[in-house]
């Protein structure tokens, strides 16, 4: 059996407010599911966040309309929720629409078995539910004893990927161990490594969801991972995406890397011009003479740029730096009330990938529950 693992996809995403960057993410998308064909995979696993919020808009349902038109009778298709696409109320999901296979939408740890092979996910948990996202993990490998190969989907984070307590969800010891592939989302870099008898993957996203992430996809790349699982062995390896550059780059006011690497840039017409998120430490020249000159000098090269100033002074302070800490419990201590303390955990979360569309959603089902505005 051969598998395509894509994950966090988020189409409907209108990056920065870009008509040009929402159609990079069904571009992507697109690209991703003809390369599952010219692989000749027999199915795709999405590991959740399709969508990039439970209410797309219309383009993005229609974009994914025609990408199941285009594998319709030749490749199945199953998927998870991540944390953006599942609703926060109950409301019926858009995969809904397209009839489409979606595991664990309940909650609970949900498996189909294809061709001899058991496909068991359980779609995005977290807060007051981690305990029963456990629990349901648990059963994986009970059920899994009546399979020679199986795949473990999941849409959360893991500790040893995730650079903070609180970030995460799940420890390693809390997976199962009898999975030949674990076909993970949520974590927007790319990662591989073996795990218990399998192979542990997050594939990624297809697209550069924030400047956290320039970085690790000019080093990994953005794509899927093509999955063989044979009697003997299973064997996985990447396949990349060809998607906008961005640059992130920093400087002092005289802007000379932002030269340096214009002359770099093709000029070709069918090469997409890129996006600059540019950081200046901000010294003694003028902010309206910088972007004066940075819109010249960019002019017909860049999609978009932003500048992001940084003081130069630095505050004398005794505070200890630790190595790790709880967010979520920081928020607990700062607002000692479990609602505003939630907000703010997922405002922040939202925030920390640029999702603007998803943080407004947020505080308005915040309200909505609070006040019932």
């Not at 025609?66 to 319709?72: H, Y």
């Not at 058991?118 to 349901?136: F, H, P, Q, R, V």
């Not at 972007?291 to 005794?318: F, P, V």
């Not at 939630?342 to 909505?368: F, M, W």
């Amino acid at each position: 059996m051969r598998i395509a693992h894509i994950s966090d996809t988020h189409i409907g995403y209108r990056q920065y407010n870009l008509y040009e960057r929402e159609d990079d993410f069904y571009n992507s998308l697109n690209q991703a599911v003809d390369k599952a064909i010219e692989e000749r995979v027999d199915i795709i696993i999405h590991s959740g966040d399709l969508f990039n919020s439970p209410t797309p808009p219309i383009k993005a349902l229609f974009s994914f309309k025609n990408v199941l038109n285009k594998i319709e009778g030749k490749i199945k298709i199953f998927s998870i929720l991540g944390d953006h696409d599942k609703p926060k109320r109950r409301a019926m999901i858009p995969h809904k629409i397209f009839n489409m296979p979606v595991l664990g939408a309940a909650g609970t740890l949900e498996g189909i078995e294809v061709d001899g092979v058991l496909i068991a996910g359980i779609s995005n948990l977290k807060g007051i539910y981690i305990d029963k996202l456990k629990d349901e993990i648990k059963r994986f490998d009970t059920i899994s004893k009546g399979y020679k190969k199986s795949i473990f989907v999941a849409h959360q984070g893991i500790k040893n990927f995730l650079p903070f307590d609180g970030s995460y969800e799940l420890t390693e010891d809390d997976l199962p161990r009898t999975a030949d592939y674990y076909a993970l989302g949520h974590i927007h870099a790319r990662f591989l490594e073996r795990f218990g008898k399998g192979w542990l993957a997050y594939s990624g996203s297809t697209e550069i969801c924030s400047t956290s992430e320039i970085g690790p996809w000019r080093e990994k790349g953005k794509g899927m991972y093509i999955v063989d699982i044979t009697d003997d062995d299973t064997e996985v390896y990447p396949v990349n995406l060809d998607i906008r550059d961005q640059y992130e780059l920093d400087m002092d006011d005289r802007l000379e890397e932002v030269k340096t690497v214009l002359e770099k840039i093709p000029t070709n017409d069918n090469v997409k011009k890129p996006l600059f998120h540019i950081n200046i430490v901000d010294g003694t020249a003028n902010r309206r003479e910088i972007e004066k000159y940075l819109d010249e000098l960019l002019k017909g090269k860049a999609l978009w740029y932003r500048c992001i100033y940084k003081s130069a002074k630095r505050m004398d302070t005794n505070i200890e730096i630790q190595k790790s800490f709880d967010i979520k419990k920081i928020f607990d201590e700062y607002f000692k009330d479990e609602y505003l303390s939630g907000l703010a955990y997922d405002l922040y979360n939202d925030l920390c990938v640029d999702d603007i569309d998803n943080a407004k959603k947020t505080a308005y089902d915040y309200l909505v529950k609070r006040y019932g505005f």
